[in-house]
């Protein structure tokens, strides 16, 4: 007898994997908690993250940034002045009929790192005398994004690694500087979008409040986010070596920020600002706004955390409703875990079976306007036949009326005929007795002249 | 998908091959400050990094090879610690198993900051039976097991954050030293799993072997290998672009490294080395004139490591997750999906079409 090759002693005709997963825990000699072991000497893993970045450099980057504010509000500047480059475009005018999101990506390079930037503008957001459905565009488009890359996640042969993503990972929040509080519009916004993006509210055009003004509004506006239930992005606190600058920065929030590409010479260097007849705002100064703080946060410390909670967040909150929705389940009532494959089986025979059904249903439709319509054609065919008749008939009863007074004018002509003949032949008999009489008389005449 | 009804969404590319601003100039000194020009884009590799130490990694490599080829010694050496328990003798019996086990031993090992969850799975009875026909079979259903695993997480509805990746990155295959030529269960495991995993084949117990030995006995490995169209790690198809085919033309070239493993450290010209102390001379393990398992440490550990766990995850995971899917759904062609997210409203426009007869 040939030895028998078992897998770990234990699962000898087990199919599931989860049993064989079993008895490999029984195998193994440590479980989760793996002991650790101390190194005798230079091993050299700690390139790993060496060898993880590098790769990345080459694949490149991607990051989405999804500008959500009133038209006028500075939205593309701000993003020139973050990029530090200039996007096309020409402001947008204020006749939109509706939200559109206008989405542009740019390739950006700085030293070895290349970004695939997706820079999507809401165009007309906030114009519209009813704006009851301005969010409903810029949910619609997020979800669009998660829809795609969940499909892409679902294929068969997928591409996982070389799919370009463009699923928003921060979502710039511009809010009007009026120095009171959220426009409704606003709040209603935020409140849709905070679970599906990560929001960053910032103030615009914050160079009209001034400094005292500015931090009544900063109050305002987190006291009223809060009480409304908005859930805003958080600059992550628990990495020890960028806690501390994330924390006091999200003291901060919202940032109020000034948007220029504009250059102006300020002592001996061109800085960026805005040039005003009671002085100047420079836009990288920290004193005058709160732009270096974004740009740190949102690209130079965060980057690679919005893209996470993008990920592990949002999108599988996305995904979770999603499939929930469409009625897969991971576990049903006896505690069994459904297999995706099963529950995919069911409903593609379910389906097929409605299919069907409203195939059936079509065919015979179909089949009773075909029987319609025929009686309806064989009605109008009798009809145009007794018509015919009819007309066949009239007309048969004209020419014999017509051969009646024909032959009636036939018989009259034949009688006219035989009188004239027989006039005639009197005529001639007449004259025959009168020439002489005619003579007789001519003579008279003659005689009597 | 749906239709927007008040929105209009367009896409526009703008110059996708060249660059909108190409090459800002330099880094800035204290980024942050002074230098305007720079946007602080690539600090993101900085924060690539910061997170990679914070979660740590995770390795799993499967030695393979009959038993007294020195596995347990190899990785001992490779981690420089007792990852692997080597089978002491304590009765016969126990020594050689009547069956392969597979026997999977995790371990947190940390250096300079970098945490790594190490995990040696070995196969204590591989080729060690008379018949060994199907001997490949369990560590393929261990291979396939890990991969089923992983995709049953995956497409749960509720997954967790970090999915555990237990699946198998490399697997270390010994060969006997003998100097002849691959035998036909070398040749026919080889085979059947360079198709699921990356398989790094090395010459066990390189030091009875001399350097003339060792040479032919590579090329004529290097031959028998390319005759079975058996495509080892770093597999020819899978480089990505003209430096990656240099750098792996010239390991290819190498392969099958000539290993020496030890775990004991002797004193060689004043510095204390790991190293076989024989009669004749003492082997040093890190020397490459001695034997190359400098080389194989560096490929698996120092500059492939990565790409090795790249390969298993977005090409032998896929490749099984595509036969598991296709076997399941009894679709022949690869391209469909796995759920149906098509609405009904889709599917109606056929069947309208024969129901033009509203024209008439």
């Given amino acids: ?449 | 998908m749906s239709s927007f009804k008040t929105s209009v969404m367009f896409f526009r590319c703008v110059n996708m091959s060249a660059p909108q601003h190409p090459h800002l100039p330099g880094k800035a000194a204290t980024p942050g400050a002074g230098d305007f020009s720079y946007v602080g884009i690539d600090a993101i590799l900085e924060q690539m990094r910061r997170k990679a130490m914070k979660q740590g990694f995770e390795l799993n490599i499967m030695v393979v090879g009959q038993s007294g080829l020195g596995k347990s010694t190899l990785m001992n050496t490779l981690f420089k610690s007792k990852v692997s328990r080597k089978s002491l003798v304590s009765t016969p019996e126990e020594r050689i198993p009547q069956t392969i086990e597979i026997k999977s031993i995790s371990h947190d090992i940390e250096e300079k900051g970098v945490r790594m969850k190490l995990t040696v799975i070995d196969t204590p009875g591989f080729g060690d039976q008379i018949n060994n026909e199907n001997c490949w079979q369990p560590i393929m259903k261990f291979i396939n097991d890990q991969y089923e695993q992983y995709l049953q997480e995956e497409i749960n509805i509720d997954r967790k954050k970090r999915i555990p990746d237990s699946r198998v990155h490399c697997c270390i295959y010994f060969i006997p030293p003998t100097g002849h030529c691959l035998r036909p269960l070398d040749v026919e495991f080889m085979r059947r799993l360079s198709k699921v995993v990356n398989i790094v084949p090395v010459i066990a117990k390189a030091d009875t072997l001399t350097l003339e030995e060792r040479d032919s006995f590579k090329q004529t490995i290097r031959e028998e290998l390319r005759a079975n169209g058996i495509d080892v790690y770093p597999q020819k198809e899978f480089d990505e672009d003209a430096d990656d085919r240099m750098i792996n033309e010239k390991i290819r070239e190498m392969i099958p490294f000539a290993v020496v493993g030890s775990d004991q450290e002797y004193q060689v010209n004043g510095k204390r080395l790991l190293g076989r102390k024989t009669k004749w001379g003492t082997i040093e393990v890190e020397n490459i004139a001695h034997c190359e398992f400098a080389y194989l440490r560096d490929l698996l550990i120092r500059t492939h490591m990565q790409n090795i766990k790249d390969i298993t995850s977005s090409i032998h995971y896929e490749v099984y997750r595509v036969r598991r899917l296709n076997e399941t759904n009894g679709q022949p062609n690869g391209q469909f999906s796995v759920l149906l997210f098509f609405p009904l409203t889709h599917l109606h426009c056929p069947v309208k079409q024969q129901c033009g007869v509203e024209q008439l």
Wanted: contains cysteine.
């Fill in chain 1, 1 to 449: 007898m040939t030895p028998s090759l078992l897998y770990a002693a234990s699962c000898i005709g087990s199919s599931s994997p989860k049993k064989t997963m079993a008895a490999t825990e029984i195998a193994r000699q440590a479980g989760e908690g793996a002991r650790a072991v101390p190194l005798a000497g230079h091993v050299g893993f700690d390139s790993m993250p060496d060898q993880l970045v590098n790769k990345s450099v080459n694949h490149g980057f991607c990051f989405n940034i999804l500008c959500v504010g009133e038209t006028g509000l500075g939205k593309s500047t701000l993003m020139d002045t973050l990029f530090n480059t200039k996007f096309e475009g020409e402001p947008t005018q204020h006749n939109q009929p509706g939200v559109q999101l206008k989405s542009n990506t740019y390739e950006l390079q700085e030293s070895n790192v290349r970004l695939k930037l997706t820079v999507v503008n809401t165009v007309g957001f906030g114009d519209q005398i009813n704006k009851e459905d301005s969010y409903k565009s810029i949910v619609e488009f997020i979800d669009t994004q998660f829809e795609a890359y969940l499909q892409e996640e679902l294929k068969i042969k997928r591409t996982l690694h070389s799919y370009h993503d463009t699923r928003i990972h921060a979502c710039l929040y511009f809010i009007a500087p009026t120095g009171h509080s959220l426009k409704s519009l606003d709040l209603v916004t935020m409140k849709k979008l905070d679970s599906k993006v990560n929001i960053i509210p910032i103030i615009a055009k914050s160079d009209a409040i001034s400094k005292s003004e500015l931090t009544k509004f900063k109050i305002k506006i987190t006291s009223e986010l809060v009480s409304n239930g908005v859930q805003i992005y958080q600059f992550p606190t628990d990495d020890e070596t960028v806690a501390e600058i994330n924390a006091t920065m999200n003291g901060h929030l919202p940032f109020a920020v000034v948007g220029s590409t504009e250059e102006v010479k300020i002592g001996n260097k061109m800085v960026k600002a805005r040039q005003y007849p009671w002085g100047t705002v420079q836009v990288e100064n920290e004193n005058h706004c709160d732009f270096v703080k974004l740009r740190e946060m949102l690209i130079r410390v965060n980057m690679e955390d919005l893209r996470e909670q993008t990920h592990t967040r949002h999108y599988e909150l996305y995904r979770r409703c999603k499939l929930e929705e469409m009625g897969f389940k991971d576990t049903d009532p006896d505690c069994k875990p459904f297999s995706l494959q099963e529950t995919y089986e069911a409903k593609r025979n379910e389906f097929m079976g409605e299919l069907q059904k409203k195939e059936e249903e079509m065919r015979q439709m179909f089949v009773q306007r075909v029987k319609e319509k025929e009686a309806e054609l064989k009605e109008a065919e009798k009809e145009l036949h007794e018509k015919f008749d009819r007309l066949k008939k009239l007309h048969q009863d004209e020419k014999k009326k017509l051969e009646d007074k024909k032959k009636s004018l036939d018989d009259e002509l034949n009688g006219f005929k035989q009188k004239k003949t027989a006039a005639e032949l009197l005529q001639s008999q007449a004259q025959q007795a009168g020439g002489s009489t005619t003579l007789k008389r001519d003579k008279e005449r003659k005689n009597f002249f």
